[in-house]
T-cell receptor, first 112, second 114 residues
Framework: DAKTTQPPSMDCAEGRAANLPCNHSTISGNEYVYWYRQIHSQGPQYIIHGLKNNETNEMASLIITEDRKSSTLILPHATLRDTAVYYCIVRVSNFGNEKLTFGTGTRLTIIP | DGGITQSPKYLFRKEGQNVTLSCEQNLNHDAMYWYRQDPGQGLRLIYYSQIVNDFQKGDIAEGYSVSREKKESFPLTVTSAQKNPTAFYLC?????????????FGDGTRLSIL
């Protein structure tokens, strides 16, 4: 699986959009980009994933550059409950026999 | 609500004792996984199962055992052979019908040694 690079920490004001970047310059054509977050002492929570088109769901938007070498997770109106470690993962999907490899992620702190 | 339930939330093990961590899901997922997370580190795969009555070793299976007798359940036993069992244990599940479906996680069990 391709390696990802994320900033170790970011701050965002409550109510503003939080934009979390991820570089994955060695991504292959069949690898998807997944985002998870982990709040302290809880299990990772799936947020969103995509292949090459931008994606949006009730939690966030995922913007993938045209060359697919980087992506940005956008939390449109950040709240205090969005404070967590956010992980960007790039992987080829298999059918139930894949393992997730979490890097160090970005620690996002929402400031009141 | 559909989801993955892990129990107990906290567990203490005495030296030489086997303990079993429970994982139940009502998402109708075929695949289930067990990961271990140590402080400040990423996840490491212990075991996974793609279908009932079948499971495979992950990267750190030594000292652990699993069973998959029902689709909904994938218990993990931490045996006395696991010399450093103190960690946060996470169970996950996923669909297998489509290749890009994400894994979903429970809230974990924190195991400590007395």
């Amino acid at each position: 699986d391709a390696k990802t690079t994320q900033p170790p920490s970011m701050d965002c004001a409550e109510g503003r959009a939080a934009n979390l970047p991820c570089n994955h310059s060695t991504i292959s054509g069949n690898e998807y980009v997944y985002w998870y977050r982990q709040i302290h002492s809880q299990g990772p929570q799936y947020i969103i994933h995509g292949l090459k088109n931008n994606e949006t769901n009730e939690m966030a938007s995922l913007i993938i550059t045209e060359d697919r070498k980087s992506s940005t997770l956008i939390l449109p109106h950040a709240t205090l409950r969005d404070t967590a470690v956010y992980y960007c993962i790039v992987r080829v999907s298999n059918f139930g026999n894949e393992k997730l490899t979490f890097g160090t992620g970005t620690r996002l702190t929402i400031i009141p | 609500d559909g989801g993955i339930t892990q129990s107990p939330k906290y567990l203490f093990r005495k030296e030489g004792q086997n303990v079993t961590l429970s994982c139940e899901q009502n998402l109708n997922h075929d695949a289930m996984y067990w990961y271990r997370q140590d402080p400040g580190q990423g996840l490491r795969l212990i075991y996974y199962s793609q279908i009932v009555n079948d499971f495979q070793k992950g990267d750190i299976a030594e000292g652990y055992s699993v069973s998959r007798e029902k689709k909904e359940s994938f218990p993990l036993t931490v045996t006395s052979a696991q010399k450093n069992p103190t960690a946060f244990y996470l169970c996950a599940s996923s669909m297998t019908e489509y290749s890009n479906q994400p894994q979903h996680f429970g809230d974990g069990t924190r195991l400590s040694i007395l």
